[in-house]
């Protein structure tokens, strides 16, 4: 399963909801198949962006999830790729077919491009 960055955003923006609406989640369960969100869930709890459980099978894979809340790193990450337009920018840049990029990549590149929006860059 490759991770999907688009429905990771699309997950972090549904959990900060105060009390996650049915239409926030929507989208996320419509367009998505239940064993790549369920494994999306397993990482973001297991990269300590989101307190939850994972509920796993008989072979130890992701079954379903428990998310919680966002964590203070959830919420930072969330932060830097929130703009529609950073994420745009983001994406066409980093997010290439064929690319790998990290995690950490993603957030690095997407906090600089709101150090420049924000003028705070050289």
């Keep these: 399963m490759k991770r999907?960055?688009?429905?990771?955003?699309?997950?972090?923006?549904?959990?900060e909801s105060e009390e996650p609406s049915e239409v926030a989640w929507k989208d996320v369960h419509e367009n998505y198949a239940t064993e790549q969100y369920n494994?999306?869930?397993?990482?973001?709890?297991?990269?300590g962006l989101v307190k939850g459980v994972t509920i796993?099978?008989?072979?130890?894979?992701?079954?379903?999830?428990?998310?919680?809340?966002?964590?203070?790193?959830?919420?930072?990450?969330?932060?830097?790729?929130?703009d529609a337009s950073i994420w745009e920018k983001t994406k066409a840049n980093l997010l290439k077919p064929g690319a790998s990029m990290t995690f950490a990549l993603v957030k690095e590149y997407a906090t600089h491009?709101?150090?420049?929006k924000l003028g705070m860059t050289d």
């Design 56 to 82: 796993t099978d008989g072979q130890d894979m992701p079954d379903g999830a428990i998310m919680l809340h966002l964590t203070w790193s959830g919420c930072d990450f969330l932060d830097s790729i929130r």
């Design 113 to 116: 491009l709101v150090k420049q």
């Design 39 to 47: 494994y999306h869930s397993h990482w973001l709890i297991e990269a």
């Design 4 to 15: 999907d960055m688009e429905l990771i955003r699309k997950m972090l923006l549904a959990l």
